[in-house]
């Protein structure tokens, strides 16, 4: 029996995320992807996004564009929010209405509680500094509008696409013979192709005629297991590489930036995981198959 694929346009195809559904499309044969970088789809421009996403009967949008630039967004405001948040209302108001599902990605960043436990889904969030708040209000205005909507909260996000701490660590090791890092911002890093294959694996198992559809429209923590810091990722790669650049840990006040970091951004994976039954990586894992794909590219 021949069953129709399933259609899934992928937007800002070209950041690190992005990137990653384009290195994995191949192996999920009973899907066709459409990818659009920021050239072919603009999302901040609500006419274009409402062109590209009726011009196929898409069943899913993946939606990885987003201002990332944390620092800038205290000085583009007006940006950052159009592009994390007024456009999420561009792309609901074009799939409104049409059974097609929207995955979208926000972050840790609009949590910034420090508790000492892993954060819920459930927890409080008080985002401080321009991007949290506009990934907050994106995720806000998905929610209000009437469409399905997975929303998976991530952070810090390494791949060997695009610009990430790996790979700066991976040349400022190279260069340096002793690099300062921050020490006390816990959480964990999440390997953008662990992500990627995770949305897939959700989405293949919601054509499952047994799942729970209900699962699907709800917002998800999603990174590696354990609990580092910034030092602690560093110094591995350091080490892992037998680069002698010798890494100091430093506190964050030692370390000043435009917006404010949180320092506990470990986040709970309970929900997610025993709602698709995923099998979330340590981010040993994570950050050894990410180091091995810098690799393989170079
Ligand atoms: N990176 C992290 O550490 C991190 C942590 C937590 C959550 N997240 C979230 O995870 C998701 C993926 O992040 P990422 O690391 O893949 O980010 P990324 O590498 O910065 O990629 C974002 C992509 O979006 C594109 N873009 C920006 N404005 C656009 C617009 N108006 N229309 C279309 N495309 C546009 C960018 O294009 P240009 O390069 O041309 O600007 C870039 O290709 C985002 O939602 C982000 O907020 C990321």
């Not at 800002?12 to 009973?30: C, I, K, N, T, V």
């Not at 340096?176 to 006390?184: H, T, Y």
Request: with cysteine; aromatic share 10%.
């Amino acid at each position: 029996m021949i069953m129709k694929k399933i259609k899934i346009a992928v937007l800002g195809a070209d950041g690190q995320l992005g990137q990653e559904f384009r290195h994995l499309h191949q192996s999920y044969e009973y899907m066709s992807f459409d990818f659009f970088s920021r050239d072919d789809c603009d999302i901040a421009d609500q006419e274009e996004v409402r062109a590209v996403l009726l011009s196929e009967n898409f069943d899913y949008v993946i939606n990885c564009a987003a201002y990332t630039a944390v620092d800038k967004a205290e000085s583009e405001q007006e940006e950052c929010f159009l592009i994390n948040a007024k456009a999420c209302q561009f792309i609901c108001n074009a799939i409104k209405g049409r059974h097609v599902r929207l995955v979208h990605f926000s972050s840790d960043y609009v949590y910034h509680v420090y508790n000492g436990f892993p954060l819920k889904e459930t927890e409080r969030c008080i985002p401080s500094g321009i991007y949290a708040k506009s990934k907050l209000e994106g995720e806000n205005i998905i929610r209000a509008s009437e469409i399905e909507a997975l929303i998976l909260r991530t952070s810090w996000v390494v791949s060997s696409f695009g610009h990430n701490f790996v790979k700066t660590m991976l040349k400022l090791g190279k260069d340096k013979s002793e690099l300062n890092v921050v020490n006390d911002q816990l959480g964990t890093i999440t390997y953008a192709r662990h992500l990627a294959s995770a949305v897939l694996n959700i989405i293949t198992a919601m054509t499952s005629e047994s799942a729970d559809q209900s699962l699907f429209n709800q917002t998800y923590n999603f990174s590696s297991e354990g609990i580092t810091s910034w030092y602690d990722i560093a110094d591995r790669i350091m080490k892992d590489e037998g680069l002698s650049c010798k890494v100091q840990s430093i506190t964050t006040a030692e370390y000043p930036t435009p917006a404010v970091r949180p320092l506990w951004s470990v986040m709970a994976k309970n929900k997610i995981r025993e709602a698709f039954g995923l099998d979330i990586p340590h981010w040993f894992t994570a950050l050894k198959e990410c180091l091995l794909a810098i690799k393989a590219d170079q």
